[in-house]
């Protein structure tokens, strides 16, 4: 009994005694690190764009008639002076012969009236007739005058007309769609045009950009945003609905006078010429604006982890440890952010593997596969 009592306070001690085994830490992980640096960069931002010619006009009747030829087809490319439509000049015509018969007239009036007057001259010199009939005879050779003067008017006015019958293209550029035909009746006040002529040699591509990419813009050229001198501003590309580039750069050309109020954006201009004719009046497509930068820190998106609209990186410290740290943001090189707030050139970002970090902790720096690239490449 004495040994079992013993032997049960000694497994008691022994329990008491003995402490609980230590867990060993985990071991910091070993993650890639890049070092920030310093470098020129060209940004690109793209805006949606709506392309128009450098002229487009509806072709319309000028006189009321029948529509007695169309001379082109749909689609077809004309050139300034080439006739397009032909209405019935008949009526015209007659309105025409009416007019000069009417000019002839009052020129026959006035040869009258000036008779009279010399046929009254001697009379009044010898005192036969009194001086009131010369002047009423003088006011009606004026009166014949002015009656030859307006008649000359409606002769003008009728061959003006008459020429309205021939309708020929102002400038030279592709015929639209023609939704009248041969025999329609047609006037000036008809709701559709006769057709569109669009003269595409040149193209206006339009484009609208936000209140802080143009307060960017203007800062990174002041003198061509103030002074109105655009000639200054780098050329532009335009990205096709086949997100093909298309193969002339433009040039920004007008830059409109206030904002939207109800988009808040303001509207900019490109001119890019358009000798092979590829693009037409309604192409839809993106501007693509580049911007320079020089000293420039970029940081690869990868890299970057975005939390509630902003973005952060993992800051390597002196002792490796990490630290959150928000970057701004002014732009975009490929697969690059370009930062301007956040980091300086030297500093020390995690490149993979944020997912398992947290503030304050340490890790294993090693080098990112690009800079052992480009370590192997120096040597």
């Known amino acids: 009994m004495k040994t079992l009592i013993l032997l049960s306070t000694a497994i008691f001690l022994l329990g008491c005694s003995s402490e609980p085994p ?30 128009q010619g450098a002229i487009d006009l509806e072709i319309r009747p000028q006189v009321g008639g029948v529509l007695e030829q169309v001379l082109v087809n749909e689609g077809a490319l004309v050139k300034a002076g080439q006739p397009l439509f032909k209405i019935n000049s008949l009526p015209f015509l007659e309105q025409l012969n009416n007019a000069k018969a009417n000019q002839r007239a009052a020129e026959a009036a006035v040869l009258n009236a000036q008779l009279e007057v010399d046929k009254l001259v ?81 193209v206006h591509v339009y484009f609208s950009i936000g209140e802080a990419d143009f307060i960017s813009f203007k800062e990174k050229y002041p003198s061509a945003t103030t002074a109105g001198n655009l000639k200054n501003l780098p050329p532009v590309e335009l990205v096709l609905s086949d997100n093909g580039t298309y193969a002339q750069k433009g040039k920004i050309d007008m830059i409109d006078g206030q904002f939207d109020k109800t988009t808040g954006s303001i509207t900019l201009r490109a001119s890019f010429p358009n000798t092979s004719g590829l693009l037409r009046s309604g192409n839809t497509g993106k501007v693509r604006l580049s911007l320079e930068h020089q000293d420039a820190m970029m940081v690869p998106q990868s890299a970057t982890v975005e939390v509630q609209d902003k973005v952060f990186v993992y800051a390597v410290g002196k002792d490796n440890k990490v630290a959150k740290q928000p970057i701004k943001i002014i732009g975009i090189s490929g697969t690059n952010y370009l930062i301007k707030e956040g980091l300086k050139s030297g500093d020390r970002i995690v490149s993979k593997g944020m997912e398992i970090l947290k503030d304050g902790d340490a890790i294993v720096p090693e080098a990112s596969k690009e800079e052992k690239t480009l370590k192997i490449a120096a040597n």
């Open 122 to 202: 001697p009379l009044v010199q010898n005192k036969v007739v009194s001086d009131i009939q010369l002047k009423t005879a003088k006011t009606a050779h004026q009166i014949a005058v002015a009656n030859v003067a307006q008649a000359k008017a409606s002769v003008g006015t009728a061959q003006i007309n008459m020429g309205y019958t021939l309708i020929k293209a102002p400038v030279s550029g592709y015929i639209g769609r023609l939704p009248k035909k041969q025999g329609s009746l047609v006037s000036p006040s008809d709701v559709l045009p006769l057709t569109n002529l669009s003269d595409v040699h040149e």
């Open 22 to 51: 230590q867990v060993a830490s985990a071991p910091a992980p070993s993650l890639p690190v890049i070092s920030i640096t310093k470098s020129a960069e060209t940004t690109f931002q793209e805006y949606p764009a709506s392309v």
